[in-house]
Nanobody, 124 residues
């Protein structure tokens, strides 16, 4: 079982940037074999896929709403996954979660371990 902790959230103005980090507490081998995803959930809305990255980092996928603005990356040596968010918009306001999966997929049902989330607030 992988335990995940997100950090890096905060409050920024529209157009600003944040970098979220996700720290995995697991054996190095377990983490490096897992695809990772970032999701977000705004008040009153369902949790939605934001970005995903394969275990080796060679395959990435983004939601259309964040393409060109967000970048997902990982460092398996440090058991870390990152989400660089540029050009933030008020509609990006949400709690952001990282999660593990066997493959890069947009479905929350395919992800097992989840972090507790970090709040991102973007003001206009």
């Amino acid at each position: 079982q992988v335990q995940l902790v997100e950090s890096g959230g905060g409050s920024v103005q529209a157009g600003g940037s944040l970098r979220l980090s996700c720290t995995a507490s697991a054996s190095g081998r377990t983490f490096s074999l897992s695809a990772m995803g970032w999701f977000r959930q705004a008040p009153g809305k369902e949790r939605e896929f934001v970005a995903g990255i394969s275990w080796g980092g060679g395959s990435v996928r983004y939601a259309d709403s964040v393409k060109g603005r967000f970048t997902i990356s990982r460092d398996n040596a440090k058991n870390m996954v990152y989400l660089q968010m540029n050009g933030l918009k008020p509609e990006d306001t949400a709690v952001y979660y990282c999660a593990t999966s066997r493959s890069v997929t947009t479905s929350t049902l395919q992800y097992s371990s989840w972090g507790q989330g970090t709040q991102v607030t973007v003001s206009s």
